[in-house]
């Protein structure tokens, strides 16, 4: 084919050939491909949040127990519990010193955790779980402070620091080691493996797996958080009914709910902030689609109702933190998700 | 042909059939309808112990007659511009067990693997796990950040990215708390819930290994953080020799784009090692000379032993296995040949040999590894035998290509303990009964 071209075209064609080589060599200082751009420090300082146990990463600033202990109350013990027992499923956070060894162990901060830094860690990269990445510096190392505190490993008085962090040793610290697996070895027998009259047969514990899908009659969990809650209203329903002598038809009819469009519009601020209590009723919160929970509050007016989510407030039954904790929502988002609940639970 | 077991009540019959009749014309459906009437009132009478299969219910379609859908057209190109399975397979659906976590945002659901052939789990049906929920990240807005202990820190767009030459590699994942429910005991009742924390697809993206080179890690980076794009920016801690050897950033499974609930629009994966690591939405990874000790590789993710010390740095997903068909799910429905089938996988490399035991481990005959046989990834067995209603205690046991033989649980318990969590790759029991019924046992 070069037969064909000209002295000068093949010239240039080798000129090209050369430039192409020198400037692959010339991306090979910078990466093979010389794909993507340098990154700025600024860029970087806004997504760099991690900590390590030395203290590596941890920002100016400094907090303490006071002042944690009013942040915790007002953004994690809805979901820790106010001294970090755990609401329902939610992390137990402080307790458990020496259970390690016992049939049930509690593996909390104090007893389990090797290093403080990674209360810090996350704390700041997901907590609150409803708003992460919304504490300040300041929050979340009095947030640190309170924890470490209820775990019985900081006095009141102590202030906790980026410098005196790292030097915190926590009690389990020494407790942890590195994979030793493989830590069993089974050998291919084929025959004459064990002794059939020595076969030990335990059987499935019954009514906890969710088998609707193949079993039938079962009475057993559903399949999804979402199906579960409907099954529990619905056998908390034909209870009362029961009670009150009225058959279940009456009650049962589809359940379909003709929202306003303001509650249409709350319905995803719903599903992202207020589920994870009001879905389930968390702490004594109204629990979504349950007249009982809600009728009473109903009588008080929307404007009232309102202003409690977006303002916080402190029932008899529990603490509705200031837009639950999502500070992020606009006024009118909340309203439009409270509208959304109070419709959906007449 | 739907693999629903359960004797459905006449009402649900009833309401199918409408569901099937309704592409009839008026008369051929008061027709399908009558007829389907008395075939429901007749299974009806017929239906033990749940064993009868809701497909059944029309004889209408069945020869000699030419079947509805052979009477008529159906719909044309494009009226679904993405496919969706037929819909006689609802029932082939990722299920959760509810009481294992505070919330849907923060939970994990299983894949149906006693509904799947092959050793490739469609997209729509590989497990979940969040921490926080799925972000809905629109790809030009994503960026992957390369920095710390390296010659030049790289933002890398999507686009740049896929630049890259890119691999397509099959792999498994598994979450190291599959099968973590039953370290005491067995405690539920079908295969989805005892093993379905695990799926395997074919992941397309870029070596982790090449990036690296392109960011030039400096001689002490020993360490990588990666860590997630999502509300819970989910963060591990990855040694440099696994991310040199076979760690990928991928941003494609099994043809497609990453479904959102894979880590759309990029993810780690690290092959054969527990799923946690391989971390979802992937924005930043940070070379350093020490490993972070964050929350998922201390308060989780490390195994509590009997003496109240606990393991950490647990990656790999040991050799294990267990027989999809049959399982509580697919029970035996008569006597005659059958085809036992099921998956092993092992983090350590191929799979070479499976066994299967029909006593309870006391004898084992050897099964056959059927279709590809590949690193890290799901492979399927198979033994063809014959079932006359005799009871079984089935087991499968499989041995990897490092000599490794999956372990009994007693052999698991004896030195592991009840608390452990994660990691429980014990050979499993399945006992069939003579009517054909399996149910999860626990043999020691």
């Given amino acids: ?346 | 042909m739907s693999k629903i077991i359960k004797g459905p009540s006449t009402r649900e019959l009833m309401e199918q059939m409408v569901r099937e009749s309704e592409h009839l014309s008026i008369n051929d459906r008061r027709d399908f309808l009558r007829k389907g009437v008395a075939a429901a009132a007749g299974m009806a009478a017929t239906t033990i112990a749940g064993q009868s299969i809701a497909s059944e219910v029309s004889k209408a379609n069945l020869p000699p007659n030419e079947p509805a859908w052979g009477k008529q057209l159906g719909h044309g190109v494009v009226e679904h511009p993405y496919g969706s399975p037929s819909r006689f397979e609802k029932h082939v659906v990722r299920r959760t067990v509810p009481w294992l976590t505070a919330d849907s945002i923060a939970s994990i659901s299983m894949t149906p693997l006693q509904d799947l052939k092959g050793i490739i789990t469609p997209n729509g049906l590989v497990f979940e796990r969040y921490h926080g929920g799925v972000p809905q990240i629109p790809a030009e807005e994503h960026r992957l950040i390369i920095h710390g202990l390296v010659e030049r820190p790289i933002i890398f767009t999507m686009e740049d990215l896929m630049r890259f030459p890119s691999v397509s590699e099959i792999k498994f994942i598994e979450c190291p708390a599959n099968g973590g429910m039953e370290w005491k005991g067995a405690q539920m009742e079908a295969l989805q819930f005892t093993h379905g924390m695990l799926s395997c697809c074919e992941w397309t993206g870029v070596p982790l290994r090449v990036l690296l080179e392109e960011a030039g890690v400096k001689p002490e980076g020993k360490w990588i953080l990666a860590e997630g794009a999502d509300g819970s920016h989910m963060s591990r801690s990855i040694p440099i020799e696994k991310a040199l050897d076979d760690t990928l950033v991928v941003y494609a499974q099994n043809g497609e784009m990453l479904r959102p609930e894979q880590g759309y629009p990029l993810r780690l994966l690290n092959p054969g090692w527990e799923g946690n690591t391989s971390v979802k939405w992937l924005r930043r990874l940070e070379i350093g000379d020490k490993p972070w000790y964050h929350r998922e590789e201390t308060s989780k993710y490390t195994d509590l032993m009997p003496d109240g010390r606990a393991r950490k740095f647990t990656f790999v997903q040991e050799t294990n296995s267990v027989i999809t068909s049959p399982c509580p799910e697919n029970p035996l429905v008569k006597p005659g040949f059958l085809e036992i089938e099921g998956l092993a996988w092992t983090g350590r490399g191929k799979i070479k040999q499976v066994d299967i035991s029909f006593d309870g481990g006391v004898s084992w005959v050897p099964a056959s590894l059927k279709g590809l046989v590949l690193d890290k990834a799901l492979t399927r067995f198979s033994l063809v035998t014959k079932w006359d209603g005799q009871p079984w205690l089935l087991q499968s046991r499989a041995i990897d290509e490092t000599g490794y033989v999956q372990p009994t649980l007693g052999q698991l318990r004896k030195v592991r303990g009840g608390n452990s969590i994660y990691h429980k790759n014990s050979i499993h029991t399945w006992k069939v009964a003579p009517t054909g019924e399996v149910t999860n046992v626990q043999i020691t």
């Avoid at chain 1, 259970?99 to 704390?123: C, F, H, M, N, Q």
């Avoid at chain 1, 916080?312 to 988002?333: A, C, E, H, I, N």
Wanted: negative net charge.
């Fill in chain 1, 1 to 346: 084919m070069f037969k064909l071209l000209d002295n000068k075209l093949k010239n240039s064609l080798l000129a090209v050939a050369i430039g192409a080589t020198l400037s692959l060599s010339g991306i090979a200082q910078a990466g093979k491909y010389g794909i993507g751009e340098t990154a700025t420090a600024k860029e970087i300082a806004g997504w760099d949040i991690d900590i390590r146990p030395d203290g590596k990463g941890l920002p100016e600033g400094q907090g303490t127990v006071e002042a944690g202990e009013e942040q915790y109350e007002a953004l994690c013990a809805t979901c820790h519990g106010l001294f970090g027992e755990g609401e329902g499923r939610w992390p137990v956070l402080a307790g458990g010193e020496g259970t390690l060894t016992e049939e049930r162990p509690t593996k909390t901060v104090g007893s389990y955790w090797p290093y403080a830094s990674t209360l810090y860690d996350y704390i700041r990269r997901a907590m609150p779980f409803t708003a992460p990445r919304s504490l300040s510096d300041q929050q979340v190392y009095d947030i640190t402070a309170y924890v470490l505190y209820l775990n019985e490993i900081i006095d009141e008085e102590f202030v906790l620091t980026k410098d005196n962090l790292a030097q915190i040793e926590m009690p389990n610290q020494a407790n942890f080691f590195v994979d030793p697996r493989p830590d069993v070895k089974n050998t291919r027998c084929m025959k004459n493996c064990a002794d059939p009259d020595k076969l030990q047969i335990a059987g499935t514990l019954r009514g906890i797996t969710p088998v609707g899908h193949f079993v039938e009659g079962a009475d057993a969990p559903a399949a999804s958080h979402d199906a579960q809650m409907e099954q529990e209203q619905h056998k908390e329903k034909a209870r009362k009914a029961t009670l009150k002598g009225e058959s279940l038809a009456a009650h049962s009819s589809s359940g379909a709910v003709t929202l306003s469009a303001t509650a249409e519009a709350g319905k995803p601020t719903y599903e992202g902030a207020c589920k994870v209590c009001h879905g389930s009723g968390l702490t004594g919160s109204p629990k979504f689609g349950e007249p009982d929970a809600w009728t009473d509050r109903i009588k008080q007016g929307m404007p009232v109702l309102v202003d409690h989510a977006i303002k916080g407030f402190t029932g008899d039954t529990g603490v509705m933190p200031p837009k639950g904790g999502r500070v992020d929502l606009s006024d009118k988002q909340v309203e439009e998700a409270v509208a959304y609940m109070v419709e959906s639970s007449r």
